[in-house]
C-alpha cells in the first residue's frame, strides 16, 4: 500500500490529473485528492518522498486512527452462526434466502435480509479465498460431462433414451465444443476428445479431465494413473493428460462454467425439439454452438471465436495425418442359430463358424470377428440391445427381413421376364392382403417355372388372369391339366406341353379341335 500511494504522488508530480489517477489505480477521486492534499501540507519534495521508508510514508499518509467500536449483541450472535450457514450454503437447494428465513425465525430482532447478506458474503470471501490462474495460448483443454443430459426418441418405439453431453474448453480463448454421445464410457470420451480437437484444427499441451473412470484407472494426488487407452490416445495426438485434483472442481471451473452458459443458450434453442438420432441431434447442437462461439463476451468486446483466432489458434500444435484407431478386443463363441452376441446385440457369422470360438474386435463404429488370424466377417457396430445384424451372405437357417422387401425382389425378377406375370403376381398379392401369404404364394408361383418352364408359366398367367383365378393353387391346375395351350404358341406347344397334357383324364386343346370337327360333319350330314 505504501509503494501505491508514492506511485500516486510520483503520477502526480508528473502532471496526472486527479481524474486519470483515479481510474489508473482504481482507487475514488476522494482518497486520490487526500493524498495530494497532505503531499502538499507536508512540503517534502517528491524524490526524498519515494526514498523515505514504507512505516513513515504510512504514518504520514494514513486516515489516523479511528474510533473503536465495540460489536454489538446481535453482530456477536450473527458471526457465531456464520461458520455453520456459509458450509450449509455450499449444499443443494439452500440458499441465503432459506438461511435468512431460519435466522430470523430464531433472532426476530436480527439483522434485515440485506444486512445478514452482506456479512455472510463478507465471511466467505475471507474464508474461500480464490486465486488467480494465469491460461496460456494453446496449453491446456479442459473437458467435462453436463450434468444434465439430453434424450434421442426412437421413431419407431417411441422409446426415449437418455445421452449425454460432452463439453470441452480452450482456458485462454474460452473458445468451447460440446457433443452429444451415448455414454462417459472410454470409447465416447475419447471419439468426443477427437472431434474437439479437430473442431480447434490443433492440439493443446495438455488434456485436462475430472478424475471419472473411462479417463482415470486410479486417482492420486501426485501422480495420477491414466487409462491405457486414454493414455494412448494423448499420445497419439502428442499431448499430455493432466488430470485435476480429486473433489476440486475449480480446478477446471472455467469448463464448469461453460456448462452452465450452455444450459442457457444450446439447452435452451433444443427444447421442445424432438430427435430421432444422435446425428440430428449433434447437428442443432453444432448450429446453436455456432452461435454461442459467435456472440460477443460479456464485459469484453470480442466473441469467443474471434479471440480463438486472434491469440489462440496459431499456438495448437498441427493435427496428425491420420485420427487415432482405437479397438479392443473380446472372446465369444457362436451360437447354434449362427449369431454372436456381443453387449445384448446379436451379429451374424457365416454357418460354418457354429459352435467356434472367435475373437471380436471393436471400436465406437465397426466390430471385426476372426476365428484364429482369419477375418470371417466385419459389421456396423449396433447397441441397441436384444436385436439382431444380419447379413445375407451368411446363409444362415430361417428368414432375414422384410416380407415387402422380399415381395419387391419377385416382382423384379417378374418384371424382366414378362409383364403379364408381373401383373398377375400384384394381383395375387392385392388378394391375398397378408404380405406372409403373398408372399408365399408368389414364391410358389414363381417356383412352377422349374418344373414346366418359362413359357408355360407365362401363358398360364394370361390364362388364370382370363379366367380370374389368382393363386399358387389355380395357376398349379392349369398348368397340369394343359388349359395353358390356347395361350401358346404352335412351336411352344410341340415342345413345352409335358405327357400330363394327354393324359386320359386331361382333354386339352386336341381333343376340343377333334369335337368341334365332329359337330362340323354332324351338322353337315343333317
Given amino acids: 500500500m505504501t509503494t501505491k500511494i508514492a506511485n500516486i504522488l510520483q503520477c502526480y508530480a508528473l502532471g496526472m490529473g486527479i481524474k486519470q489517477i483515479s481510474r489508473s489505480f482504481e482507487l475514488s477521486r476522494n482518497t486520490v485528492r487526500r493524498y495530494v492534499r497532505l503531499f502538499q501540507e507536508c512540503g517534502i519534495p517528491i524524490k526524498e518522498l519515494a526514498a523515505m521508508p514504507s512505516a513513515r510514508i504510512q504514518e504520514m499518509f494514513s486516515e489516523g486512527v479511528g474510533r473503536n467500536r465495540e460489536p454489538s449483541q446481535r453482530q456477536l450472535e450473527l458471526e457465531a452462526l456464520l461458520p455453520e450457514y456459509a458450509a450449509r450454503l455450499s449444499r443443494r437447494g439452500v440458499t441465503v434466502k432459506t438461511l435468512y428465513e ?45 450434468g444434465d443430459k439430453l434424450e434421442v426418441v426412437d421413431s419407431e418405439s417411441g422409446e426415449c433414451r437418455s445421452v449425454e453431453v460432452f463439453v470441452a474448453i480452450l482456458p ?120 454461442f462461439n459467435g456472440r460477443r463476451m460479456s464485459g469484453r468486446p470480442q466473441s469467443r471465436r474471434e479471440q480463438f483466432k486472434q491469440i489462440e489458434s496459431d499456438c495448437l500444435r498441427p493435427l496428425p495425418a491420420i485420427r487415432h484407431q482405437m479397438k479392443e478386443r473380446r472372446s465369444a463363441t457362436v451360437m447354434r442359430n449362427g449369431y454372436v452376441t456381443f453387449r445384448l446385440h446379436h451379429y451374424s457369422v457365416p ?28 459389421h456396423q457396430r449396433d447397441d441397441t440391445p436384444y436385436s439382431y445384424t444380419t447379413k445375407d451372405a451368411h446363409g444362415l437357417p430361417g428368414r432375414h427381413g422384410s416380407y415387402e422387401k422380399d415381395l419387391e425382389q419377385i416382382y423384379e425378377r417378374a418384371g424382366q421376364t414378362d409383364n403379364v406375370l408381373l401383373l398377375y403376381l400384384r394381383k395375387v398379392a392385392e388378394l391375398k392382403k397378408y404380405p406372409p401369404a403373398a408372399f408365399r404364394s408368389c414364391r410358389g408361383i414363381m417356383a412352377l417355372e422349374k418344373t414346366f418352364g418359362l413359357e ?32 401358346l404358341s404352335k412351336d411352344d406347344i410341340d415342345d413345352e406341353v409335358p405327357v400330363t397334357s394327354i393324359h386320359k383324364n386331361i382333354r386339352g386343346a386336341a381333343y376340343f379341335a377333334q369335337l368341334k370337327h365332329l359337330n362340323r360333319n354332324n351338322n353337315g350330314n343333317k
Fill in 456 to 487: 408355360r408359366l407365362v401363358a398360364a398367367s394370361a390364362c388364370a388372369t382370363q379366367l380370374r383365378l389368382y393363386g399358387y393353387q389355380e395357376i398349379r391346375r392349369i398348368l397340369e391339366r394343359g388349359d395353358d395351350a390356347d395361350f
Fill in 102 to 146: 431460519e435466522y430470523r425465525e430464531t433472532h426476530p430482532d436480527g439483522y434485515r435480509h440485506a444486512s445478514f447478506g452482506n456479512y455472510l458474503m463478507r465471511y466467505r470471501m475471507v474464508t474461500h479465498v480464490v486465486g488467480h490462474v494465469e491460461h496460456y495460448a494453446g496449453d491446456q483443454m479442459y473437458i467435462d460431462f453436463a
Fill in 172 to 291: 485462454c480463448s474460452h473458445y468451447t465444443y460440446c457433443e452429444a454421445v451415448w455414454s462417459q464410457s472410454r470409447q465416447d470420451l475419447i471419439k468426443a476428445c477427437e472431434n474437439a480437437l479437430h473442431f480447434y484444427g490443433g492440439v493443446p499441451m495438455a488434456i485436462v479431465p475430472d478424475n471419472l473412470k473411462s479417463a482415470v484407472t486410479r486417482s492420486d494426488r501426485n501422480e495420477p494413473v491414466i487409462n491405457e487407452e486414454f493414455a494412448a490416445f494423448a499420445e497419439h495426438y502428442g499431448c499430455t493428460v493432466y488430470p485435476t485434483r480429486v473433489r476440486h472442481p475449480k480446478d477446471k471451473a472455467l469448463v464448469e462454467n461453460a456448462v452452465k452458459l450452455l444450459y442457457r443458450s444450446v439447452y435452451a434453442d433444443i427444447e421442445g425439439l424432438v430427435f430421432h438420432s444422435l446425428e440430428s441431434l449433434n447437428a442443432a447442437i453444432s448450429e446453436s454452438l455456432s452461435a
Fill in 351 to 378: 454357418k460354418e463358424y457354429i459352435g467356434k470360438r472367435v475373437e471380436i474386435v471393436y471400436d465406437a463404429d465397426t466390430l471385426e470377428i476372426y476365428h484364429g488370424l482369419r477375418l470371417v466377417t466385419t
